[in-house]
């Protein structure tokens, strides 16, 4: 299909593909003369990626360009999803990337969990993150972290088996940050509620 054809298809501007061609972001296509390229349905599967990323994550385009070059130039889809994470997540925070500083809750609560005793970025925010409740005086307890950890254990489980299918490596990364994207502000939409029905039933008896 020529540009135009690709503009079509997939609702993005001739200009806005011209853009992404010279970003790097969009692949060249097949050259057919000095004025022509053919695109194929690579370059439509591509161009939705880019788009999911930026119009439903909201990334930029230097962290779609991040993750694009590591897609292209092959990385293990473990280190793929871990930068997807990160962005998508915003585990990339100056807390976060202070070092690989280990504390006692986060170790407990691997054991518990029988997750692998591996460094990741997101161990690293949960470590900070601790670090920074603790710094406030706000108490965190072994009971609490147990009952948070084995939620989210069941809700991960669901969430990483949809990126185990033998999507293309685009898909993949479409999956993975659209499902991380949307499925962590459900989850906290469905924590609000039920905070806001607990608190109704204690403060509003006839409710």
Do not use: C, F
Not at 50 to 73: P, S, T
Not at 99 to 111: E, F, L, Q, S, W
Not at 115 to 123: H, V
Not at 124 to 131: G, M, Q, T, V, Y
Request: hydrophobic share 45%.
């Amino acid at each position: 299909m020529q540009l135009k054809d690709l503009s079509g298809q997939t609702g993005v501007s001739s200009a806005s593909i011209k853009y992404y061609l010279r970003e790097g972001l969009l692949p060249a296509g097949e050259t057919v003369n000095a004025t022509r390229a053919q695109y194929s349905a690579k370059h439509v599967e591509r161009l939705e990626l880019i788009q999911a990323l930026r119009r439903i994550v909201g990334l930029n385009i230097e962290q779609i360009r991040g993750i694009l070059r590591m897609a292209d130039d092959g990385a293990p889809r473990l280190a793929l999803l871990a930068a997807v994470q990160r962005v998508v997540l915003d585990l990339d925070t100056p807390a976060a990337g202070s070092g690989d500083v280990r504390t006692p809750a986060t170790d407990a609560v691997v054991r518990i969990r029988n997750w692998p005793d591996y460094p990741s970025d997101a161990r690293n925010a949960l470590n900070a993150h601790l670090e920074l409740m603790e710094s406030l005086n706000i108490p965190v307890s072994g009971e609490l972290l147990d009952a948070y950890s084995k939620a989210m254990d069941d809700v991960a489980g669901l969430d990483i088996a949809a990126t185990t299918a033998p999507y293309s490596v685009d898909q993949l990364i479409l999956t993975a940050a659209v499902g991380m994207h949307m499925h962590s502000q459900l989850l906290l939409k469905l924590l609000a509620l039920a905070q806001a029905s607990h608190a109704i039933r204690r403060y509003e008896p006839g409710a």
